[in-house]
Protein backbone atom coordinates (compact mmCIF):
# COMPACT_ATOMS: atom_id res chain seq x y z
CA UNK A 1 0.00 0.00 0.00
CA UNK A 2 1.04 3.48 -0.98
CA UNK A 3 1.37 4.60 2.87
CA UNK A 4 -2.05 5.21 3.12
CA UNK A 5 -3.59 4.21 6.44
CA UNK A 6 -7.75 4.95 7.12
CA UNK A 7 -9.44 4.36 10.11
CA UNK A 8 -11.59 2.63 11.43
CA UNK A 9 -11.64 -0.10 9.19
CA UNK A 10 -15.26 -0.84 9.88
CA UNK A 11 -17.75 0.69 11.60
CA UNK A 12 -21.61 0.29 12.41
CA UNK A 13 -23.57 3.15 13.61
CA UNK A 14 -26.92 4.37 13.84
CA UNK A 15 -28.99 6.73 11.98
CA UNK A 16 -29.00 10.45 12.89
CA UNK A 17 -25.32 10.28 14.89
CA UNK A 18 -22.11 12.18 13.73
CA UNK A 19 -19.12 9.91 12.10
CA UNK A 20 -15.90 11.05 11.42
CA UNK A 21 -13.34 8.71 9.05
CA UNK A 22 -9.88 9.54 9.06
CA UNK A 23 -7.15 8.94 6.02
CA UNK A 24 -3.47 9.58 7.07
CA UNK A 25 -1.04 9.42 4.69
CA UNK A 26 2.90 8.99 5.11
CA UNK A 27 3.93 10.12 1.21
CA UNK A 28 3.69 13.40 1.47
CA UNK A 29 1.11 13.85 -1.54
CA UNK A 30 -0.43 17.26 -2.24
CA UNK A 31 -3.71 16.11 -3.40
CA UNK A 32 -6.15 13.55 -1.40
CA UNK A 33 -9.50 12.47 -1.82
CA UNK A 34 -12.20 10.60 -0.37
CA UNK A 35 -14.53 8.28 -2.33
CA UNK A 36 -17.73 5.74 -2.04
CA UNK A 37 -17.89 2.62 -3.58
CA UNK A 38 -21.25 1.15 -3.42
CA UNK A 39 -22.38 -2.33 -6.08
CA UNK A 40 -23.64 -1.19 -9.79
CA UNK A 41 -21.92 2.81 -9.06
CA UNK A 42 -18.82 2.27 -9.21
CA UNK A 43 -16.30 5.04 -7.13
CA UNK A 44 -17.91 8.51 -6.82
CA UNK A 45 -16.39 11.41 -5.62
CA UNK A 46 -17.35 12.88 -2.13
CA UNK A 47 -14.82 15.59 -1.45
CA UNK A 48 -11.01 16.08 -2.71
CA UNK A 49 -8.24 18.35 -1.32
CA UNK A 50 -5.24 20.00 -3.31
CA UNK A 51 -3.15 21.50 -0.44
CA UNK A 52 -3.81 21.94 3.25
CA UNK A 53 -7.34 23.95 3.99
CA UNK A 54 -8.03 23.55 0.27
CA UNK A 55 -11.30 21.21 -0.12
CA UNK A 56 -13.64 21.54 -2.94
CA UNK A 57 -17.02 19.51 -3.54
CA UNK A 58 -17.00 15.95 -5.63
CA UNK A 59 -20.28 14.22 -6.99
CA UNK A 60 -21.68 13.06 -4.09
CA UNK A 61 -21.07 15.35 -1.45
CA UNK A 62 -24.30 16.15 0.26
CA UNK A 63 -24.47 14.90 3.79
CA UNK A 64 -20.56 15.28 3.96
CA UNK A 65 -17.83 17.51 5.43
CA UNK A 66 -14.43 17.13 5.18
CA UNK A 67 -11.53 18.76 6.76
CA UNK A 68 -7.70 19.37 5.78
CA UNK A 69 -5.48 20.86 8.76
CA UNK A 70 -2.54 18.90 8.00
CA UNK A 71 -0.67 17.94 4.72
CA UNK A 72 -0.91 13.89 5.96
CA UNK A 73 -4.89 13.87 7.51
CA UNK A 74 -7.86 14.21 5.79
CA UNK A 75 -10.77 13.80 7.72
CA UNK A 76 -14.79 12.42 6.37
CA UNK A 77 -17.18 13.54 8.56
CA UNK A 78 -21.44 12.59 8.28
CA UNK A 79 -22.86 15.28 10.52
CA UNK A 80 -25.82 13.00 10.82
CA UNK A 81 -25.59 9.27 9.15
CA UNK A 82 -28.48 8.31 7.53
CA UNK A 83 -28.82 4.60 5.82
CA UNK A 84 -28.16 5.76 2.10
CA UNK A 85 -24.37 6.63 3.44
CA UNK A 86 -23.80 3.00 4.18
CA UNK A 87 -21.07 2.18 1.86
CA UNK A 88 -17.56 1.68 1.36
CA UNK A 89 -15.38 4.55 1.70
CA UNK A 90 -12.26 4.80 0.17
CA UNK A 91 -9.26 7.38 0.48
CA UNK A 92 -6.88 8.20 -2.47
CA UNK A 93 -3.84 10.25 -2.64
CA UNK A 94 -1.75 11.19 -5.71
CA UNK A 95 1.23 13.55 -5.78
CA UNK A 96 0.01 15.61 -9.18
CA UNK A 97 -2.86 16.58 -11.14
CA UNK A 98 -2.37 13.75 -13.75
CA UNK A 99 -0.79 10.86 -11.60
CA UNK A 100 -2.42 7.91 -10.52
CA UNK A 101 -4.76 7.75 -7.52
CA UNK A 102 -3.23 5.26 -5.24
CA UNK A 103 -6.00 4.23 -2.33
CA UNK A 104 -6.50 3.05 1.10
CA UNK A 105 -7.86 -0.58 1.88
CA UNK A 106 -11.38 1.44 2.31
CA UNK A 107 -13.55 1.53 5.58
CA UNK A 108 -16.49 -0.35 5.42
CA UNK A 109 -19.74 1.39 7.38
CA UNK A 110 -23.30 0.39 7.83
CA UNK A 111 -25.86 2.67 9.19
CA UNK A 112 -28.90 0.91 11.10
CA UNK B 1 -22.03 14.24 -19.69
CA UNK B 2 -18.73 12.79 -19.07
CA UNK B 3 -19.58 8.95 -18.90
CA UNK B 4 -17.24 5.91 -18.69
CA UNK B 5 -18.81 2.09 -19.16
CA UNK B 6 -17.11 -1.23 -18.64
CA UNK B 7 -18.09 -4.37 -20.06
CA UNK B 8 -18.94 -7.12 -19.38
CA UNK B 9 -20.03 -6.60 -15.72
CA UNK B 10 -18.85 -10.05 -15.35
CA UNK B 11 -16.88 -12.62 -16.86
CA UNK B 12 -15.17 -16.07 -16.62
CA UNK B 13 -12.67 -17.64 -17.99
CA UNK B 14 -10.99 -21.44 -17.41
CA UNK B 15 -7.19 -21.08 -17.14
CA UNK B 16 -5.35 -20.06 -20.32
CA UNK B 17 -8.11 -18.42 -22.03
CA UNK B 18 -7.07 -15.40 -23.29
CA UNK B 19 -9.91 -12.57 -23.44
CA UNK B 20 -10.31 -9.16 -23.39
CA UNK B 21 -12.41 -6.06 -20.83
CA UNK B 22 -13.84 -3.34 -22.86
CA UNK B 23 -14.10 0.89 -21.41
CA UNK B 24 -15.64 2.85 -23.38
CA UNK B 25 -15.94 6.87 -22.67
CA UNK B 26 -17.66 9.49 -23.60
CA UNK B 27 -15.66 12.93 -21.89
CA UNK B 28 -15.05 16.16 -23.17
CA UNK B 29 -11.53 15.67 -23.83
CA UNK B 30 -8.93 12.88 -22.42
CA UNK B 31 -6.25 13.52 -20.42
CA UNK B 32 -5.37 9.92 -18.79
CA UNK B 33 -7.59 6.70 -18.76
CA UNK B 34 -6.17 4.59 -15.96
CA UNK B 35 -6.77 0.52 -15.31
CA UNK B 36 -6.44 -0.82 -11.67
CA UNK B 37 -7.15 -4.11 -10.04
CA UNK B 38 -9.28 -4.66 -7.38
CA UNK B 39 -9.25 -7.73 -4.78
CA UNK B 40 -12.21 -8.07 -2.19
CA UNK B 41 -11.94 -5.87 0.73
CA UNK B 42 -9.18 -4.09 -0.28
CA UNK B 43 -8.66 -1.18 -2.19
CA UNK B 44 -7.93 -0.50 -6.30
CA UNK B 45 -4.75 -1.31 -6.98
CA UNK B 46 -2.77 1.19 -10.19
CA UNK B 47 -1.71 -0.54 -13.02
CA UNK B 48 -1.55 1.43 -16.14
CA UNK B 49 -1.38 4.87 -17.58
CA UNK B 50 -2.43 5.62 -21.26
CA UNK B 51 -2.72 8.76 -22.51
CA UNK B 52 -3.01 9.61 -25.91
CA UNK B 53 -4.99 6.71 -28.74
CA UNK B 54 -2.67 4.25 -30.05
CA UNK B 55 -0.51 4.03 -26.68
CA UNK B 56 -0.01 0.42 -25.26
CA UNK B 57 1.06 -1.08 -21.81
CA UNK B 58 1.93 -4.49 -20.61
CA UNK B 59 2.59 -5.88 -17.34
CA UNK B 60 3.12 -10.02 -16.94
CA UNK B 61 -0.16 -11.45 -18.72
CA UNK B 62 -1.70 -7.84 -18.82
CA UNK B 63 -1.99 -5.41 -22.01
CA UNK B 64 -3.90 -2.65 -21.75
CA UNK B 65 -4.72 -0.48 -25.25
CA UNK B 66 -6.30 3.19 -26.27
CA UNK B 67 -7.95 4.17 -29.06
CA UNK B 68 -10.30 7.68 -29.54
CA UNK B 69 -13.65 6.31 -27.84
CA UNK B 70 -12.03 3.14 -25.88
CA UNK B 71 -9.62 0.71 -23.92
CA UNK B 72 -9.27 -2.74 -23.54
CA UNK B 73 -7.74 -4.24 -21.17
CA UNK B 74 -6.21 -7.87 -22.70
CA UNK B 75 -5.67 -10.59 -20.57
CA UNK B 76 -3.12 -13.17 -22.31
CA UNK B 77 -3.33 -17.25 -20.91
CA UNK B 78 -5.16 -16.50 -17.47
CA UNK B 79 -4.56 -17.85 -14.51
CA UNK B 80 -6.46 -18.18 -11.27
CA UNK B 81 -4.40 -15.27 -9.42
CA UNK B 82 -5.93 -12.99 -11.69
CA UNK B 83 -9.59 -12.93 -10.60
CA UNK B 84 -10.38 -9.63 -9.23
CA UNK B 85 -12.71 -6.51 -10.43
CA UNK B 86 -10.94 -4.75 -13.02
CA UNK B 87 -11.57 -0.89 -13.27
CA UNK B 88 -11.15 1.79 -15.76
CA UNK B 89 -11.19 5.82 -14.84
CA UNK B 90 -10.75 8.53 -17.08
CA UNK B 91 -9.60 11.91 -16.44
CA UNK B 92 -10.78 14.47 -18.67
CA UNK B 93 -9.91 17.73 -19.49
CA UNK B 94 -11.24 20.45 -16.97
CA UNK B 95 -11.21 18.28 -14.47
CA UNK B 96 -7.95 18.13 -13.51
CA UNK B 97 -8.73 16.65 -9.89
CA UNK B 98 -11.38 14.37 -10.72
CA UNK B 99 -11.47 10.77 -12.13
CA UNK B 100 -14.81 9.47 -13.18
CA UNK B 101 -14.59 5.74 -12.79
CA UNK B 102 -16.46 2.87 -14.75
CA UNK B 103 -18.51 0.19 -12.36
CA UNK B 104 -15.93 -2.32 -13.56
CA UNK B 105 -15.62 -6.33 -14.44
CA UNK B 106 -15.70 -9.11 -12.34
CA UNK B 107 -13.16 -11.57 -13.83
CA UNK B 108 -13.27 -14.96 -12.27
CA UNK B 109 -10.59 -17.37 -13.44
CA UNK B 110 -10.79 -20.85 -12.86
CA UNK B 111 -8.59 -23.51 -12.80
Known amino acids: DAGITQSPRHKVTETGTPVTLRCHQTENHRYMYWYRQDPGHGLRLIHY???????DKGEVSDGYSVSRSKTEDFLLTLESATSSQTSVYFC???????????FGNGTRLTVT | EDQVTQSPEALRLQEGESSSLNCSYTVSGLRGLFWYRQDPGKGPEFLFT???AGEEKEKERLKATLTKKESFLHITAPKPEDSATYLC????????????FGAGTRLAVHP
Open chain 2, 89 to 100: AVQAEGGYNKLI
Open chain 1, 92 to 102: AIRDSSNSPLH
Open chain 2, 50 to 52: LYS
Open chain 1, 49 to 55: SYGVKDT
